[in-house]
């Protein structure tokens, strides 16, 4: 499957994985506190810094990235045409953050590294009987299957481009169920091969 992982070293890849994920766990926590603007934009100004301090790493995001500003500006014209203007901002702010923070965990975090975290975390639940490598496996399968439907629609959009000249919008949603079912059929059967053993 594809991925986002950037093999371009930065200062963050050489963090610990858990260090990331707690530090994106406390943020993500943190934001949804508070109600003031004041901390919310340095918060945000913060991640803003984090992700430019990726540099070239972070250029495969573009697109992503061009999807979020969309995202922002409807969710902030719905606030302010409800008449939040506060809301809206508060809103905005919270997502390029969280969203920023998500990019940059996964550009510099690879998919062995958050795997051996999630099975640490969840071993206390072999003392009731529940298999925590299955069900870190499971969640990190989840976060696997969330990055590569990105990737995926990013190439598929840009094979569009290049044949139209135009941005596929829904018309590659077919093509992308489809490629995204057929990868989701290869993982079962591997998994099922490699358990039967």
């Known amino acids: 499957m594809g991925s986002l992982y950037s093999e371009q070293h930065t200062w963050l890849h050489a963090v610990p994985a858990y260090v990331k994920l707690l530090c994106l766990a406390l943020l993500g926590t943190g934001l949804f506190f508070t109600d003031q603007l004041h901390m919310l934009f340095i918060a945000s100004a913060c991640c803003i810094g984090v992700f430019l301090s990726l540099r070239k790493a972070a250029t495969k995001t573009k697109p992503f990235l061009v999807g979020l500003v969309i995202a922002c500006a409807l969710i902030a014209a719905f606030h302010i045409y409800m008449r939040h203007p506060t809301l809206a901002a508060i809103t905005v702010m919270r997502l390029i953050s969280t969203s920023l923070m998500g990019l940059a965990l996964t550009l510099t975090t690879r998919y062995s590294d958050l795997l051996h975290v999630f099975e640490r975390l969840l071993s206390p639940l ?15 399968l989840m976060l696997r299957f969330t990055e590569h439907f990105f990737v995926l629609w990013r190439r598929l959009d840009e094979a569009h481009k290049l044949r139209t000249g135009r941005s596929g919008g829904f018309k590659i949603l077919a093509p992308l169920t489809i490629q995204m079912l057929i990868a989701a059929r290869r993982v079962a059967d591997a998994l099922h091969l490699r358990l039967r053993r």
């Open 126 to 140: 072999k003392h009731i009987g529940i298999s925590s490598e299955q069900l870190a496996l499971q969640i990190a």
